[in-house]
């Protein structure tokens, strides 16, 4: 999904990378994101304070909405349920 075509303009609209997008993304829903790297250089992007502090506009959100769940990681599943509680047994 990093590759996207349709991910690269947000990406430099925003001076983000691609993977920051994202992370942009599941900031601004509100949800807890883990990234797993072992690679520096990707630790310290997703630590960017930018990330946090992006604010995608609703043309943004069209774009990464349009992604299908099976490419995206489930980012899109983790959309949809979100709000999803399970009562405990």
């Given amino acids: 999904m990093l ?3 349709k991910l690269a303009p947000l990406a430099k609209k925003h001076s983000l990378t691609p993977a920051q997008i994202l992370l942009a993304w599941q900031t601004q829903l509100g949800i ?3 990234p797993r790297t072992m690679v520096g250089q990707h630790m310290v992007d997703n630590l ?3 990330v946090a502090a992006t604010k995608l506009d609703a043309a943004d959100l ?4 349009s992604f299908p769940p099976d490419k995206c990681s489930k980012t899109n599943n983790w959309v949809s349920t979100a709000s999803y509680s399970q009562p405990y047994s």
């Fill in 32 to 34: 807890v994101y883990n």
């Fill in 48 to 50: 960017d304070p930018k």
């Fill in 3 to 5: 590759e996207d075509p």
């Fill in 62 to 65: 069209k774009v990464l909405e």
